[in-house]
């Protein structure tokens, strides 16, 4: 009963969400890469439950909760951004973790199709310094942002002045410095 409160409720949300939405509490949307009906992937952040993950369809006016996916249900999380990969293979998040930000990689299509929570591929976390997602370079590789050197081995050498570029490869985590243009 609760959850189909709660699909309703969503329901409602989602249907004005264009009108609704603020800079205080935006739904965030990007685009499905191999959708042939325009789908959209989108989270819509709530005080109360956490972080809410849907399909959007637009054109059809449906709404699809996706129950496969649930990263900052625990207090210490705050959502930072998340990037499809260009072909739709891998959805990257990135969140600050007690004020330190971390990627987590996820299955794109297995949380398309799964009606249980799917766990991250891969991820890092930059602990005690910090990494944010920047872009997709290819479909497997995410570069990361960080004004630290995070192939230092301590924290001391690691704090440096600028910013620095990572290729994060897909699926085995691999981690190395690249130049961005």
Not at 152 to 159: A, C, I, K
Request: aromatic content about 12%; glycine content about 8%; hydrophobic content about 40%.
């Amino acid at each position: 009963m609760t959850k189909l409160l709660l699909l309703g409720a969503c329901f409602l949300l989602l249907n004005s969400y264009q009108s609704w939405a603020s800079e205080s509490n935006p739904m965030i949307c990007q685009p499905l890469p191999q959708s042939v009906h325009g789908e959209k992937l989108c989270l819509l952040m709530t005080v109360n439950r956490g972080d809410l993950w849907f399909v959007v369809n637009e054109k059809w006016k449906s709404y699809r909760l996706l129950e496969s996916l649930s990263v900052f249900g625990v207090p210490g999380f705050s959502f930072d951004k998340f990037l499809i990969s260009p072909a739709g293979s891998y959805l990257a998040v990135s969140y600050a973790e007690e004020g330190h930000l971390a990627i987590a990689i996820y299955d794109l299509p297995l949380l398309l199709q799964s009606t249980g929570q799917v766990e991250a591929l891969t991820g890092f976390s930059g602990n005690p310094g910090e990494a944010g997602l920047h872009k997709w370079q290819k479909d497997d590789v995410v570069i990361l942002r960080s004004h630290f050197d995070l192939e230092s081995e301590s924290y001391e050498d690691s704090q440096h002045e600028g910013e620095y570029f990572y290729a994060f490869k897909l699926p085995e985590g691999k981690l190395r410095r690249v130049s961005v243009k």
